[in-house]
DNA sequence: CTGCGAGTATACCGACCGGTATGGTTACGT
DNA sequence: ACGTAACCATACCGGTCGGTATACTCGCAG
């Protein structure tokens, strides 16, 4: 029995865990070093070890609460915004991403790692692919409950424009690409010829 | 004058260079140090010194040459499959990425760069943000030789679907992805509602 | 009262990092 | 023949990396 000890989140546990992420997120996963993570959450490195084992442990922690809280964000928005069944409903998913990209002007978080991460065996790889499917998922059933022709293929439709918005607006330097994004999908979702 | 120098290519530089290319590209930027690069390069530190400057010079001149590569790549596949203008020369550069990603599974170069030196004032962010823009420029050009109506518009939304299916593909973990790209390019390019 | 978990503080480890220094060997153009 | 550019080999530099060890304080539950 090899059981993983998942980390106990102590109040230190938190603060390391919230700083951790700001920093993997803003620098990327190899720049950021344990030392001064341990500085910024005002810590130290034994508090890390202690906690999160190891730093592919604090990734991979950081990665699922990355996850969560964009699963959070995503549903709140939704359900905020267009609470009732239908295209306008659908297309909320991607105005939740316009939003979300206002504090987070780097990116895809789980691209970003996965760059790094790509061709190592680490456990954070499998939830950079939980992300990406829970949001074709979370499309697909929007446009299920909506009622719409073929929700399958028009989610994963919408998933590939989701994440090509990302990539245009950061890497691509290209400003205005939410208004394509936001006309493509509206025709995505909408009547076909 | 601060003229920068560009690296003299010297057959060593080039070995040095494609070493760069693989290595960087499989593994990431920083997962890579400049003594293994010289060790399966056969050569010395000195000698990549000698000819780039400094890592840096290293990175920039591989994100160079690796945009160099697609785009000639790109404008090979699209001109030998489909010489004649038409819907089918445009949907060609989708499938020209299709198979250059035979060959470079990692996903995007310059996006896996872009997250790794977003934030620093690293002299390859322009070289990614030209790639991107190159890739959309083509599309509008042969959307626009193709005379189909608002190159504009359909070319940038041609890109999100390229920079999409590529995520999907890598961090996504969507292997049928490309079909789902394929027939939303198809839609795109052809006749609208 | 005692034991324990959480946390602090600090020193340390070997390995590796980007980058430099020294010195020597070839090949080639003038 | 001489200078120069290209390259090789190796040792070295200060700094940082992930990770460990030691020793201490504090609060709390038995």
Chains 1, 2 share one sequence.
Not at 14 to 21: F, N, P, Q
Not at 31 to 40: D, Q, Y
Not at 84 to 104: E, F, K
Not at 160 to 179: C, D, F, K, R, Y
């Amino acid at each position: 029995m090899t059981a993983i000890t998942p980390p106990r989140m102590t109040p230190t546990a938190v603060r390391i865990l919230d700083t951790a992420e700001v920093l993997f997120y803003l620098h990327g996963l190899r720049a950021v070093g344990v030392e001064r993570i341990a500085e910024e959450a005002e810590t130290t490195k034994k508090t890390i070890y202690d906690r999160f084992g190891s730093k592919d442990g604090l990734i991979t922690a950081y990665l699922a609460q990355r996850r969560d809280r964009w699963h959070a964000y995503a549903l709140a928005f939704v359900d905020r915004h267009e609470p009732d069944p239908g295209a306008a409903r659908v297309l909320a998913l991607l105005r939740a991403l316009d939003s979300w990209m206002d504090d987070n002007a780097r990116g895809c978080g789980f691209v970003n790692a996965y760059a790094e991460l790509a061709g190592t065996g680490h456990a954070g790889l499998s939830i950079i692919a939980d992300e990406k499917q829970w949001t074709r998922d979370y499309y697909v059933e929007l446009l299920t409950e909506a009622g719409i022709a073929d929700p399958q293929r028009r989610g994963r439709e919408l998933a590939l424009v989701h994440e090509g918005v990302v990539v245009q607006l950061t890497a691509g330097a290209q400003p205005h690409a939410m208004a394509d994004a936001r006309s493509l999908a509206g025709r995505i979702v909408g009547p076909w010829p």
